[in-house]
């Protein structure tokens, strides 16, 4: 079983940024890709960012050139760095793997708002 426990959410003004970090457990996770999702209400969940673990990544195109996303495979642990923050990036943020395992952590909260 996995877990994953997201941390580093708030609220901030257009323009600004935000570092989220997620802490996952289980030990095959270091093996496999990561992922950040983000989810509003009424809306489906999305995926934002995915990263391998030697590094390859993807981004939502929404964000490509705003977030970064990262990974300690030694610490478990996968990060989004998120910049130029539009209020259309408010959502709760999730990790997981992707594609997504059926164990979600109780995701951050983003809002981006003046």
């Known amino acids: 079983q996995v877990q994953f426990v997201e941390s580093g959410g708030g609220l901030v003004q257009p323009g600004g940024s935000l570092r989220l970090s997620c802490a996952a457990s289980?030990?095959?996770?270091?093996?496999?890709?990561l992922g950040w999702y983000r989810q509003t209400p009424g809306k489906q969940r999305e995926l934002v960012a995915t990263?391998?673990?030697?590094?390859?990544?993807y981004y939502l195109y929404s964000v490509k050139g705003r977030f970064t996303i990262s990974r300690d495979n030694a610490r478990s642990t996968v990060y989004l760095q998120m910049s130029s923050l539009e209020p259309e990036d408010t959502a709760v943020y999730y990790c997981?793997?992707?594609?997504?395992?059926?164990?979600w952590g109780r995701g951050t909260q983003v809002t981006v708002s003046a």
């Open positions: 289980g030990s095959i996770v270091s093996t496999l890709v």
């Open positions: 990263i391998s673990r030697i590094g390859n990544t």
């Open positions: 997981n793997t992707s594609p997504a395992t059926d164990y």
